[in-house]
């Protein structure tokens, strides 16, 4: 199966801008930060040694010329053409595969969709800078009033990446009705920018919040560059008559999927791998 024949994944699509952009360039510098953002997402594929004690199973590390890598694929069908065999293997999201390697403190590097002409090796110093990042602090709660709000005030060059930073991150949030980018005015003359959230549970804003900050943090810009609020229906109306209404993919429910046990490698329900 040629790289061709393989669908595309956000993942894969993020590795070949990645792999396209000129080396030591602002373009190379953005469409890595977008590669980091798009992993941290993204549910990956890694290949595991054999079932050790305890049905768990510990990923395959390979000997690549001077660096020892864990390699990962973006879909079941890539890693299936790449083992050419039945091999075991996990499913599990990006930012926990960084953060167990970078807990592991072994020094690995990761190798995403190794078989590809655009494939990408991380170091064990980008690993660590990735789990750091998304291990980071909460953001803080604040109860500044808001004395009107505005167009956002931003130059191309970081409102372009902020919004498709922030619409990739939110893409998929279940309940998210309205995203909207707006200056803001706040009580005692300071000015800044709003994200107003609306149709969110009150029990997940939180989480809503720091994934923000995440993807402030992987679109290059402060995280205290903007503030994360979310209005009632009244305020929300009005901050999206001045602001910027984004688009992120909306929530779609997971399709049932029928495994067929040996169709495909680790698929086996009996024997479901496990990572340790």
């Known amino acids: 199966m040629t790289d061709t024949d393989l669908p595309q994944t956000d993942l894969d699509a993020a590795l070949q801008q990645l792999a396209a952009a000129p080396e030591d360039s602002a373009a190379e510098t953005t469409a890595r930060l977008a590669f980091h953002a798009e992993l941290s ?60 390697l970078a807990e592991a403190g072994e020094g690995l590097s990761l190798m995403l969709n190794a078989d590809a002409p655009h494939a990408a090796l991380m170091s064990p110093e980008s690993i660590d800078w990735l789990s ?24 191309d060059a970081m409102r372009l990446p902020l919004v498709a930073a922030l619409e990739r991150r939110l893409s998929g949030t279940p309940g998210l009705a309205q995203t909207v980018l707006a200056g803001v005015q706040w009580q005692g003359g300071a000015r800044g920018h709003v994200l107003a959230l609306a149709g969110l549970p009150d029990a997940d804003q939180p989480a809503v919040a720091r994934a923000v900050a995440e993807a402030l943090a992987l679109s290059g810009l402060e995280a205290g560059s903007l503030d994360v609020v979310f209005p009632p229906e009244r305020a929300m109306a009005a901050i999206a008559a001045v602001g910027l209404t984004l688009s992120p993919a909306p929530y779609a429910m997971p399709d049932e999927q029928v495994v067929t046990p040996g169709s495909a490698p680790g698929m086996d329900p009996s024997r479901p791998p496990k990572l340790r």
């Open 41 to 100: 997402r993204a549910e990956i594929f890694v290949l595991l040694t054999e079932e050790i004690a305890g049905g768990a199973m510990m990923p395959k590390v390979f000997d690549l010329s001077d660096v020892r890598a864990v390699l990962a694929f973006d879909s079941e069908l890539r890693l299936a053409g790449f083992a050419g065999e039945a091999a075991a293997y996990a499913a599990l999201p990006g930012r926990v595969l960084v953060a167990m």
């Open 132 to 155: 750091d990042t998304l291990s980071g602090p909460a953001p803080s709660e604040g109860q500044a009033v808001p004395e009107g709000f505005a167009p956002p005030n931003l130059p």
